[in-house]
């Protein structure tokens, strides 16, 4: 889990782009190689501090760990990270889904 901690820094806008801009790429990086099922903003949540989800397919708790504190946004002290094991039913994340746009 991705939250916003209470102390995050400030940045100026075009370094708040680059931070975001960053994240974006590491995660994609992260798909691509197969070490992230899935992820994503999340919205209408009851925490504010909650900011998104990030399901990785590591085995261990310290690698998914040692991946999420690698986020430039986490590095930056945008973002802090919960991480913790999830279980979910065999092949439900090999079952078809539909886009989402959050614009």
């Known amino acids: ?56 397919r590591t085995g261990s708790l310290a690698e998914a760990r040692r991946l999420a504190e690698a986020d430039p946004a986490v590095q930056a002290g945008r973002l802090a990270v919960d991480v913790m094991t999830w279980y979910c039913p065999p092949g439900s994340l090999h079952q078809p889904g539909r886009p989402v746009s959050l614009e």
């Open 1 to 56: 889990m991705l939250r916003r901690p209470q102390d995050a820094p400030s940045y100026d806008d075009a370094a708040l782009e680059r931070i975001q801009s960053e994240h974006l790429a590491y995660h994609a990086r992260l798909r691509a190689a197969g070490d992230v099922a899935t992820n994503g903003p999340v919205t209408d949540q009851p925490d504010e501090s909650l900011r998104g989800l990030t399901f990785y």
